[in-house]
């Protein structure tokens, strides 16, 4: 046979085998497209979710409520073995997974009593899952075994012991006791609803502070100085979010009698919580209680509430907009050094000395830092004796419109600790912080400069 008449032949054989192939895709992709799937159900639809090991059965129910705004909304219920809130992110988090059809990976095996034990998937091991709508019938069933290596998990559908593999969210996701469901959100609340923010301490004057215009805070008993707002602020959130790490029983003594201190906040639309500061120590953490609910958590915001009034001082030293500054001069003795910046451009160049160049992103770390800059505590000395008068160092920013904020710096000095730390003031103001000493270096860093040429050993 010629080459080309044995070449065309083969070519036309290829040609019809593609063709047949392209009709017939073939047993495997008829056995994909022959796999069950997990009906969808969007979280709306979900009105319980029931989730059955050998030891115990969750019952997780949906009641739809009316907020203090009107407006409707769904909230999850633990209702077995114990009834109370359930943690509302763990339960949407389960049930969005089912909100598109769920088609199963692969047929693993054919089960029976033995291979399900293998998988995980006898009546001691499996974990059985069920969603359900307005109906008796669960609109979404399924039997968990063990997880597989690649992020997928065995299981079998109701009534049969044919095992499949799924990507399902993984064991862990459902294998919870029931108290691991339970609502660990102590108080729950955004900062900015919060209207008044009281904080009670036995044989103490409540401390209260109420939300005015412009979101700005007013302190009462009003010792004469501005509230800080920033440290108000991140309080007020640290415990909106508040999460338990443990919960405990109700009857359970943290030292609530009297608390160590209670936190009350009213919110704007009406809600009116509290929280109450166990007495009772332990290792890092606090014991809390609100309404029924009493846990223990990591100390983070709740240590503020132990604060004395004073701590609720406003700390900052400057507030301005960084496209406002023209110019920044560092001044030391002697030695000084002036940047502009370039209004059009945002970048900086130096004025004095002349021919020499600068790191632009350590300008721009200083002018941001120094723009909203706030003292670390505030230091109970005169400013001769913080020696502020003179000061060793200054750093101005004069303003487009002639305006100057001028930072004092004294002498560093060591803490308790033994931390460094710099004596500051804006302008001369008598009132004195102090600021740690990566702060004062990020601002010296635009100058190439270093603190601490004075520093104490």
Do not use: C
Not at 50 to 61: D, R
Not at 76 to 97: E, F, N, R
Request: hydrophobic residues 45%; negative net charge; without cysteine.
């Amino acid at each position: 046979m010629k080459p080309a008449l044995k070449t065309g032949l083969l070519a036309a054989a290829a040609a019809l085998l593609l063709a047949l192939n392209l009709l017939d895709p073939g047993d495997d992709r008829r056995a994909v497209a022959a796999l069950p799937t997990l009906a969808a159900i969007s979280k709306d639809e979900v009105k319980r979710v029931e989730i059955s090991t050998a030891l115990e059965k969750v019952i997780l129910q949906a009641e739809v409520e009316e907020g203090a705004d009107g407006a409707k909304e769904t909230v999850w219920y633990l209702a077995a073995p114990t009834a109370g809130l359930a943690d509302q992110a763990a339960v949407k988090a389960l049930i969005l997974g089912f909100r598109k059809e769920l088609a199963l990976d692969v047929k693993v095996d054919a089960g029976s009593g033995e291979t399900l034990a293998d998988y995980g998937l006898d009546a001691g091991n499996g974990v059985v899952v069920e969603l359900f709508g307005e109906g008796p019938t669960p609109a979404v069933s399924f039997v968990l075994g063990k997880d597989a290596p690649g992020g997928s998990s065995f299981l079998r559908l109701p009534g049969s012991d044919d095992i499949f593999r799924a990507r399902v969210g993984g064991r862990p996701r459902y294998e919870r006791p029931a108290a691991a469901w339970r609502n660990r959100v102590v108080m729950g609340f955004d900062e900015p609803s919060v209207q008044r923010f009281v904080i009670e301490r036995p044989e103490r004057p409540p401390l209260s502070f109420t939300r005015g215009e412009g979101s700005a805070w007013q302190m009462s008993p009003d010792l004469g100085w501005p509230a800080d707002g920033a440290a108000i602020a991140a309080t007020l959130s640290g415990l909106g979010s508040l999460k338990a790490g443990e919960l405990l029983e109700a009857s359970f003594d943290g030292g609530f009698s009297p608390p160590l201190a209670t936190a009350r906040v009213s919110l704007s639309d009406g809600r009116a919580l509290s929280l109450e500061l166990g007495s009772r120590e332990t290792d890092g953490a606090f014991f809390v209680r609100q309404g029924s609910l009493v846990g223990k958590v990591a100390r983070g915001p709740l240590a503020r509430l132990l604060a004395e009034p004073g701590d609720w001082r406003d700390h900052t030293l400057f507030a301005f907009r960084r496209d406002e500054v023209d110019t920044l001069r560092y001044r030391s003795g002697a030695d000084e050094v002036i940047l502009q910046q370039d209004l059009a451009s945002g970048l900086w160049r130096v004025i004095q000395p002349q021919n020499v160049d600068i790191d632009v992103k350590l300008v721009f770390f200083a002018v941001n830092t120094m723009a909203e800059l706030r003292g670390d505590a505030l230091l109970e000395l005169s400013p001769e004796a913080a020696g502020l008068v003179p000061p060793a160092q200054t750093i101005t920013a004069r303003m487009i419109g002639g305006r100057e904020a001028v930072l004092q710096l004294g002498p560093p000095r060591k803490d308790a600790m033994g931390r460094l730390s710099y004596p500051a003031r804006a302008g001369d103001s008598p009132v004195i912080f102090t600021l740690r000493e990566p702060t004062v270096d990020k601002l010296l860093a635009a100058f190439a400069r270093q603190g601490g040429a004075a520093r104490p050993e």
